[in-house]
């Protein structure tokens, strides 16, 4: 089914777009999720959350993009989760290392008070990853969007792991720059 029509059932509130989003995008959803909190049974929580949330959202929010709009959602759910989770005990997960990785170049949520800031720094990284060569793009995009282990990139890749690393951690210190630039340190 068409993503219009998608959204054209959720404008409706026929629940018939919920059994379609999952039969087109579940699996997706729930492979990003399991990424993420290394557990099934939570990424299919997650997901079920996912859909609530586009449930809720739709109308009055009409997204331009349904499956990038169901992966944010569904990360934000899975996010979530995976911080209640590991509350007191962090690092034992995929995304709370990518999550470590990336602290000390983007700024916390709590030193982005206002939703102009929290814009402003979603525009600095789009120009940033605009600029970047397609495939550090993309490796970036794998690692820290959809929280791949790095064997699993290197793998896909034909690259020794080592060279994803020293990539990634290319990326990080070029970023870092750019946001210094634009003011966010």
């Known amino acids: 089914m068409e993503n219009s029509r998608i959204i054209a059932l959720l404008q409706k509130r026929d629940e018939q777009a919920l059994a379609e989003i999952r039969s087109k995008y579940g699996s997706l959803c729930f492979r990003i999720a399991e990424q993420i909190l290394d557990n099934a049974e939570d990424a299919e929580e997650c997901v079920n959350e996912m859909l609530l949330a586009v449930w809720n959202s739709v109308p009055p929010h009409v997204p331009n993009h349904l499956e990038a709009y169901l992966v944010t959602l569904l990360r934000r759910a899975a996010t979530d989760r995976l911080r209640s989770l590991t509350r007191q005990k962090r ?8 999550l470590d990785e990336l602290a000390e170049v983007i700024p916390s949520q709590e030193t982005v008070e206002s939703a102009v800031d929290r814009r402003e720094l979603t525009a600095a990284l789009r120009s940033f990853l605009d600029a970047l060569p397609e495939k550090s793009r993309e490796i970036f995009m794998e690692r820290y969007y959809f929280a791949k282990p790095v064997q699993m990139i290197a793998e896909s890749r034909s690259m020794q792991i ?20 634009e003011g966010f340190f």
């Open 91 to 98: 690092g034992g997960s995929q995304t709370a290392q990518t």
């Open 162 to 181: 080592s060279a994803v690393n020293v990539l990634l951690h290319r990326i990080r210190k070029k970023l870092k720059k750019h946001l210094e630039k």
